[in-house]
């Protein structure tokens, strides 16, 4: 069974730089089938896809985004993980990580989430 | 201002049928992108509930289908069971953002 896991600090600074990262075990990240994303939620709001990579090092950005992040693999340690710098207030929000389909871009498997708050 | 457009919220009596739309554009449902569906109960991760704009995953009951015309979906409920009170988003692949969005998600009350 696929589990993923998100792991980081739950308060980062502002001006400070988010790092999160998802451990997956019951399967590989060097799978051809799928990505590996990091999708947001901020408290009481809807999703925003941050970004997803392939197993190759290929990485996708919302562009709204994409001038602060990077995802990066370890497919040696089976995990991946987001860097999100220049954070502010409107960073705050539940950070998962997901595993979206080659074929169709759905995501069939998430993590719990993990709450991160910006604040000094 | 999410790029595909859904109702905040829809209620129904337990039994009844419900629907919630997913409107697009041109871009993204209109250019022939899949269209999945997650469910989210409070305080837990979304689930997906309909993938590719009809199919079920494997555990998800008959009661939730799918489908899609045009430049929007929908997500029908047929049954509605308490436990069906949660949100529910809409997902798709915008290639004029290059980018997967979502629809601002809509509120279930089972009255």
């Known amino acids: 069974q696929l589990q993923l896991q998100e792991s980081g600090p739950g308060l980062v600074k502002p001006s400070e730089t988010l790092s999160l990262t998802c451990i997956v075990s019951g399967g590989s990240i060097s799978s051809s089938n799928y990505y590996w994303g990091w999708i947001r939620q901020p408290p009481g709001k809807g999703l925003e896809w941050i970004g997803s990579?392939?197993?190759?090092?290929?990485?996708y950005y919302n562009p709204s985004l994409k001038s602060r992040v990077t995802i990066s693999a370890d497919t040696s340690k089976n995990q991946f993980s987001l860097k999100l710098s220049s954070v502010t207030a409107a960073d705050t929000a539940l950070y998962y990580c997901?595993?979206?389909?080659?074929?169709?871009?759905?995501?069939?498997?998430w993590g719990q989430g993990t709450l991160v708050t910006v604040s000094s | 201002q999410s790029v595909l457009t859904q109702p905040p919220s829809v209620s129904g009596a337990p039994g009844q049928r419900v629907t919630i739309s997913c409107t697009g554009s041109?871009?993204?449902?209109?250019?022939?992108?899949?269209v999945h569906w997650y469910q989210q109960l409070p305080g837990t991760a979304p689930k997906l509930l309909i993938y590719?704009?009809?199919n079920r995953p494997s555990g998800v009951p008959d009661r939730f289908s799918g489908s899609k015309s045009g430049t929007s979906a929908s997500l029908a409920i047929t049954g509605l069971q308490a436990e069906d009170e949660a949100d529910y988003f809409c997902?798709?692949?915008?290639?004029?953002?290059?980018?997967?969005?979502f629809g601002g998600g809509t509120k279930l009350t089972v009255l």
């Open positions: 590719r704009n009809i």
């Open positions: 041109s871009s993204n449902i209109g250019a022939g992108y899949d």
């Open positions: 990579i392939y197993y190759s090092g290929s990485a």
């Open positions: 997901a595993r979206p389909a080659v074929a169709g871009l759905y995501s069939d498997n």
């Open positions: 997902q798709s692949y915008d290639s004029s953002l290059s980018a997967l969005v």
